[in-house]
């Protein structure tokens, strides 16, 4: 017998203003699960405070506390939770043989394009923000603006809610992006993109080399970063001795925007159960995690080697879970941001968005911008290019916009 699907995530909201609210998942058990709810909290813009993982390995009880927007959608977000649960039915014979890896059918692919009369600060922020309110994945982008000033965009986005291709759902999607857009929008037209025009719209294949320097740099040799960063207090440490099943981990960090993410999906890159977790952030800034893991075949990772790699991965992922730079190109600045694509093929959520706000705050307006996908070694990464507009207004320092951009990113402002 399973459990009731309303009873799989329960959200009890917070009583008092400034309080968490309480996010419990009890459901089956999979490698990754914890990584694919954690990715859903950071969409909807919250921020996990404190955090309990306990699992048998079939069955899991999660408990998140998390903080965040006071306009949440909780009812949303406990259906968006549920969806990445693995369904009770899994624990009985009839679907046993079903591969544990198996994906879902990848959803289809929309060309969303419209032409605006003119651009202003902040426009392709407002944007990305109804888009994402419609819960519209951004997959690929291409906006430019024409030498008389009219701005033409083209997004490339999945729905969440699989209805884009009625007329239903793209007049909703007109009429909002209307309602943010008044006069300045001309026309806008939405249509499921084909191969080969998804093939063309990559943008330029050529990565400027200061973005894979700034990649490169952070990987570690010999237990050693190749280039120095600013002193950041991170402890990993890994013991053996305290479970005759699992290898504890500990990590200390500072906090930052999506960290439990960060943490949890390298873990399910590399393949690794967490079989109980406690993850803790102060009032200082600093966070605390107790994590018993064990590998795919199920015993202790006592291989020295392995350990080395997973800390250094881990530790390269708390530094600097993105990379931003701010380069000339030509007599233009280009804005370039990169992060690391998970190995189901999944980016970092709500990326674009943070950026148009930073630039938005930052009175910066965009020229042409694009989001391009790299094989660097043997990862992918996502990068997005911003060719800034300096025409209109006094340029920003350049190392203001890198700042403020990071800050956005990592949730430091």
């Not at 951004?138 to 699989?162: A, H, Y």
């Not at 965009?366 to 660097?376: G, Q």
Request: aromatic share 8%; net charge neutral; glycine share 6%.
């Amino acid at each position: 017998m399973g459990i009731l699907h309303e009873d799989m995530v329960v959200i009890s909201q917070a009583e008092k203003a400034g309080d968490p609210t309480v996010v419990t998942v009890n459901c089956p058990d999979k490698t990754g699960l914890g990584c694919d709810l954690c990715r859903v909290i950071l969409l909807f813009g919250l921020s996990i405070c404190r955090g309990d993982v306990s699992t048998d390995g079939k069955w899991c009880y999660i408990v998140f506390w998390v903080v965040g927007k006071s306009d949440t959608r909780w009812n949303l977000l406990a259906k968006r939770l549920l969806e990445v649960c693995p369904s009770y039915f899994s624990t009985s014979g009839i679907y046993y043989y079903r591969p544990e890896n198996q994906q879902p059918k990848p959803l289809d692919v929309f060309l969303l394009k419209f032409w605006c009369s003119y651009e202003r600060e902040g426009l392709l922020h407002d944007v990305t923000k109804v888009l994402c309110e419609l819960e519209l994945t951004i997959e690929r982008v291409k906006v430019s603006t024409t030498p008389d000033g009219r701005v033409m965009d083209l997004f490339f986005v999945t729905d969440t809610r699989e209805l884009l291709h009625s007329k239903r759902r793209q007049d909703e999607t007109f009429h909002c992006l209307k309602a943010v857009l008044g006069n300045a929008l001309l026309c806008c037209e939405i249509e499921l993109a084909k191969s080969e025009v998804t093939a063309c719209s990559q943008g330029s294949p050529h990565l400027p080399s200061v973005i894979t320097e700034e990649i490169f740099s952070l990987e570690w040799t010999n237990g050693r970063l190749k280039r120095p960063v600013a002193s950041i207090p991170i402890s990993i440490t890994v013991d053996n001795n305290l479970s005759p099943s699992h290898t504890l981990v500990q990590i200390f960090c500072p906090d930052h925007k999506g960290l439990v993410y960060d943490i949890m999906r390298t873990l399910k890159d590399y393949n690794i159960q967490v079989s109980y977790g406690r993850f803790y952030a102060n009032a200082r800034g600093n966070c605390e995690l107790d994590l018993f893991i064990m590998q795919a075949d199920g015993k202790k990772i006592v291989d020295r080697n392995k350990q080395d790699a997973l800390c250094s991965r881990l530790r390269m992922e708390l530094l600097c879970p993105l990379r931003v730079a701010v380069v000339n190109r030509g007599p233009d600045t280009e804005l370039l941001v990169a992060n690391p694509v998970e190995l189901s093929g999944r980016g970092r959520p709500l990326v674009f968005y943070d950026i148009t706000l930073a630039l938005k705050y930052l009175n910066t307006r965009i020229f042409s911008a694009e989001i391009v996908r790299h094989m660097i070694r043997d990862r992918e990464w996502e990068v997005y290019r911003f060719l800034l507009d300096e025409g209109v207004c006094p340029s920003v320092p350049k190392k203001k916009i890198e700042e403020g951009v990071r800050n956005i990113l990592m949730g430091w402002e």
